[in-house]
């Protein structure tokens, strides 16, 4: 999973004819442990699917910009702009992430 640190690649990243997945994330969020143990098995199935993840409190303008009130939050965005948003409560488990992403991305 690559890393955002500018809110120009985040842009850069966003504005990509294809949909790409944006997790936010904070060092200090217990949920967000919890998601990253299980990522992996995420990422082995959607391995097609472009992930990034993004540090909500070194980049706390964009969270606000996009919305991003709990953490973790995955969003999709295509063209600049937001098409989805799964906030943590409904990210608990892998099935749920898979659930969410397959309506974005066909597994291959």
Request: aromatic share 10%.
């Amino acid at each position: 999973m690559n890393t955002i640190t500018t809110e120009k690649q985040f842009r850069e990243v966003t504005r990509q004819s294809s949909p790409v997945v944006v997790k936010f994330y904070t060092n200090r969020c217990p949920d967000c442990r919890r998601m990253d143990a299980f990522m992996p098995s995420v990422l082995e199935e959607l391995n097609h699917v472009p992930f990034y993840e993004l540090n909500k409190d070194s980049l706390p303008d964009i969270g606000e910009q996009e919305g991003v009130m709990g953490i973790p939050s995955l969003l999709v965005y295509q063209h600049g702009e937001k098409l989805a948003h799964l906030h943590s409560a409904h990210a608990k488990t892998p099935e749920e992430v898979i659930a969410f992403l397959s309506a974005y991305y066909s597994k291959s």
